[in-house]
């Protein structure tokens, strides 16, 4: 890539991010910037295909008999938070930043990405396909994002997983499971003796959670976390509960499937435990992976991921790798410099190029 292509490629991005963020895409809510997005890449000669809220599109040479690369990111975005300064749907410059709700989580992983898919486009000979995918309600891990178009993409030999990681390759990611728990109980006045009170027995269970050791310690993610974050029991003050419920957030990773730690809750405790979802489970790439390989070979760095993001409804092997800053997400007066979404293009090409050519 020539720095004359790399400009043009950059100006076109930052030209797509400032619409983007100009029109409001809230989690099921992002008709409009999949319309912008469509739009964009049907301008550039790409036929697009859709459902519901999702874009994707193929390379120009697709051929079935090859391996295939995805390209992810979404275009959805929370809501502004009540101490925003600036209108968070006009996009700003100054000081070398680009201000905006959307703009690092994950405007500029997206635009870049579908730049750098632009990019290899028409390119013959390529050893990969290529699949870029503009995908909606990443914030709110709905049914109708990626999850709901992924089987529609044919096989896929790994994701790109665009959310911002400062271009660093974010090998492994940690996955999430609340868990509604219900300690039960007999129900008495309080003036008398009762050994079977709910919130009691609520106590031990959520003693145990609180010390608890998994045996297995991930060297990217460290250990599967377990967190009380909900607590409720009782209605008056001389009423002994016959109930007690709980909320449980547990962090897992690589090392245990949602399910196998979810066994491991229910065989130590005694209180009735349901989780929402047994579907974000932990995701990483391998070190050595191609990928990896080749982002290593140019000065990138790996780490694993604390966040969720797309990459836990994925199911083939993925990373998170983007422009921007993972603490600016979701922040007043979010921001992503100007230089990280070229970066980002660049970084994104001399990686992939490895592999492609």
Not at 300 to 328: E, F, H, N, W
Request: hydrophobic share 35%; with cysteine.
């Amino acid at each position: 890539m020539t720095e004359q292509e790399l400009h043009q490629l950059y100006n076109s991005a930052l030209s797509l991010l400032k619409q983007l963020i100009s029109i409001p895409s809230f989690s099921k809510e992002e008709a409009q910037t999949a319309d912008c997005i469509e739009k964009f890449l049907n301008n550039h000669g790409i036929k697009t295909h859709r459902s519901d809220n999702n874009i994707w599109a193929f390379n120009k040479h697709f051929n079935s008999d090859k391996p295939t690369i995805l390209l992810n990111s979404h275009h959805d975005t929370v809501n502004p938070n009540s101490n925003y300064t600036l209108n968070p749907f006009e996009p700003i410059e100054k000081d070398g930043k680009l201000y905006g709700l959307g703009s690092n989580d994950a405007g500029g992983c997206l635009v870049s990405l579908i730049h750098t898919f632009l990019y290899f486009y028409d390119q013959p000979n390529l050893n990969y396909n290529l699949i870029i995918s503009a995908t909606a309600e990443e914030e709110i891990s709905g049914l109708n994002g990626i999850e709901s178009i992924y089987n529609k993409l044919g096989p896929i030999d790994f994701a790109i997983v665009g959310e911002p990681t400062e271009m660093q390759l974010a090998i492994a990611e940690k996955g999430l499971l609340v868990l509604d728990c219900e300690a039960k109980g007999t129900s008495s006045h309080a003036a008398h003796p009762n050994n079977d009170n709910a919130i009691i027995n609520a106590m031990t269970d959520i003693e145990w959670i609180s010390k608890y050791k998994f045996e297995k310690v991930s060297p990217l993610l460290g250990e599967v976390k377990m967190t009380v974050t909900i607590i409720n029991a009782g209605t008056q003050h001389n009423v002994v509960p016959n109930s007690c419920k709980f909320t449980v957030d547990v962090r897992t990773t690589e090392l245990y499937s949602n399910l196998e730690v979810l066994n491991i809750i229910k065989s130590h405790v005694n209180s009735e435990v349901t989780p929402r979802s047994l579907r974000l489970n932990s995701s990483h790439m391998p070190l050595d992976h191609a990928f990896v390989k080749a982002g290593l070979a140019i000065g990138r760095s790996y780490y694993g991921s604390p966040t969720s993001s797309d990459q836990a409804v994925i199911p083939c092997i993925s990373l998170k790798m983007g422009p921007g800053l993972s603490t600016r997400s979701h922040s007043s007066d979010e921001y992503i410099f100007l230089n990280e979404i070229k970066e980002g293009i660049k970084i994104y090409h001399d990686t992939l190029v490895q592999l492609l050519k």
